[in-house]
């Protein structure tokens, strides 16, 4: 009879695979890499690799979902923290510069690859379609709370300015991918992304002073 194997057991074989399969992706890239290199990264034999995963696609999927946890929970936290919320957006920013920098050791560069891939074959449109809507909604709910305590008064709706939000971290990630953080003058685009949010949301100066007054 087999030994039983318990869950926090799989769990850790699982994120062991993960690690490797990250580690792998970001040095071959999303296209090129393949099962065998993450049987030979992992240390583990090919049944026990399978066992848990059937293609490198599934574990793509199940890395860009824990991208997603990790973004909700850091909403959650900056929403929980009852600090200014437009301080949060610029750690936002920030940790995406700090990302782009080191383009070369991180899953974006995979990433975007795996995303390309899949709208061309339109295999995971739904997905994708989900994964967008979930980070307008979560970025929403920041810009509503700034609203609510009265540090923003935003010149677009809510909704228009998460999609915004959006569209400037990936253009400074997409960026980088292209042609590294220097040659996409990352650091200069982080800052004009700033002021240009800063504009879109009118953030007010609370706690200090007039309430009310606009911060420069």
Avoid: C, N
């Avoid at 071959?28 to 090919?46: I, W």
């Avoid at 998460?162 to 996409?184: H, P």
């Amino acid at each position: 009879m087999s030994p039983k194997v318990s869950e926090a057991h799989k769990d850790s074989k699982r994120a062991e695979i993960v690690e490797a399969a990250k580690r792998v992706f970001i040095r071959k890239g999303y296209q090129a890499a393949t099962m065998k290199d993450v049987v030979e990264e992992s240390g583990m034999s090919r049944g026990g690799v399978y066992l848990y995963f059937s293609s490198t696609e599934d574990m793509m999927l199940e890395i860009v979902a824990e991208s997603e946890e990790e973004d909700e929970q850091w909403v959650r936290t900056a929403l929980e923290s009852g600090g200014s919320v437009w301080e949060s957006l610029k750690e936002l920013f920030y940790r995406v510069e700090q990302e782009a920098e080191r383009i070369s050791e991180t899953m974006i560069p995979a990433t975007i690859e795996f995303f390309v891939i899949a709208r061309q074959s339109g295999k995971f449109a739904g997905l994708m379609q989900q994964r967008y809507e979930r980070a307008v909604r979560l970025l929403g709910e920041l810009v509503k709370r700034g609203v609510e305590t009265g540090e923003f008064r935003p010149v677009v709706p809510a909704e228009a300015a998460s999609r915004a939000i959006i569209g400037f971290s990936d253009s400074l990630m997409i960026g980088a991918a292209q042609v590294g953080y220097e040659a996409a003058a990352t650091h200069m685009q982080t800052g004009t992304v700033l002021i240009s949010l800063e504009h879109l949301l009118q953030v007010q100066k609370l706690g200090s002073g007039t309430k009310g007054e606009r911060s420069e």
